[in-house]
């Protein structure tokens, strides 16, 4: 049905109302579904759709009915036919909506709620659910891996159009051979499509003193398996403390040599120019 038929439908009034009880009651009057028999709005669309269904507010009272509708929900683009309602008593209002899918929007389920507030600040709502449809992908990606102390840290990525629960393997070599092999894992994690996550693993054993690659390896169901590798040099500070003192003992040492030699030229040279015995 158009947008601008639906406008023309705004409001159904029914005299006398004869209606059985509807879900989501607030005081006098009720919101639900328009059609009677669901407790909430159920739909699918593709990336783009723009869906369309009917919300009923019901005044049971004997006066009229002011409220005012809203839509909160996970990126769903709701617009009513009117945002604020003057029912009469004892009238049921029919009031047209539509749902716009993101574009962009990943296979999957969205929520979200309807909302009806009069003018005492009282609020009913009713539930909305759009299954968005579309091929499920799913891809992976593991990035940015950096050794940090005793703590290896990592992002996950999640590039595909379907929420994942990834798998962790950890490795690494040292120059004599493997020092760390940490065997798969199932990670405390749900990531979302498109959505970025920074993680890290502790490592308290790390060796003291020694040049390592880490390797860490992310599988997800459906996913192809990601790698990311990062290199990391660990030397002891007495060790370091010690070398950078030699480096300077010999660095100190190389100047007084050379000052002794440029004095022992500077008074040869005096003594052929005064012809004194050197």
């Known amino acids: 049905m158009p947008y601008a038929a639906a406008r023309a439908l705004l409001l159904t009034l029914s005299l006398p109302l004869l209606l059985a009880a509807t879900p989501a009651t607030s005081g006098g009057w009720s919101v639900a579904p328009s059609g009677g028999g669901r407790p909430s709005f159920y739909a699918e669309g593709t990336p783009g759709a723009v869906l369309q269904d009917t919300l009923s507010v019901t005044n049971r009272g004997t006066g009229p009915l002011t409220v005012r509708l809203r839509a909160s929900g996970d990126g769903l683009r709701v617009a009513f036919a009117e945002q604020a309602l003057r029912i009469p008593a004892r009238t049921r209002a029919e009031v047209p909506f539509t749902v716009t899918v993101p574009a962009d929007a990943p296979p999957g389920d969205?929520?979200?709620?309807?909302?009806?507030?009069?003018?005492?600040?009282?609020?009913?709502?009713?539930?909305?659910?759009?299954?968005?449809?579309?091929?499920?992908?799913a891809a992976l990606t593991v990035e940015h891996v950096a050794v940090r102390g005793d703590r290896i840290t990592y992002e996950l990525v999640n590039r595909g159009t379907t929420a994942l629960v990834p798998r962790l393997a950890v490795h690494a070599d040292g120059v004599l051979g493997a020092v760390l092999d940490r065997a798969p894992r199932t990670l405390p994690v749900r990531l979302p499509p498109g959505r970025r996550l920074t993680l890290d693993e502790p490592w308290p054993d790390r060796p003291a003193l020694d040049a390592v690659t880490v390797r860490l390896t992310v599988t997800a169901p459906g996913a192809a398996r990601a790698t990311g590798r990062a290199s990391a040099r660990f030397v002891p500070w007495g060790a370091a403390a010690g070398t950078a003192a030699g480096a300077l003992s010999v660095a100190a040492a190389a100047v007084a040599v050379r000052r002794r030699r440029r004095g022992s030229a500077t008074a040869t040279n005096r003594a052929a120019a005064t012809g004194a015995p050197t």
């Open 110 to 137: 969205r929520a979200g709620r309807l909302l009806v507030r009069d003018s005492t600040g009282r609020e009913s709502a009713v539930r909305l659910l759009i299954r968005v449809g579309g091929p499920e992908l």
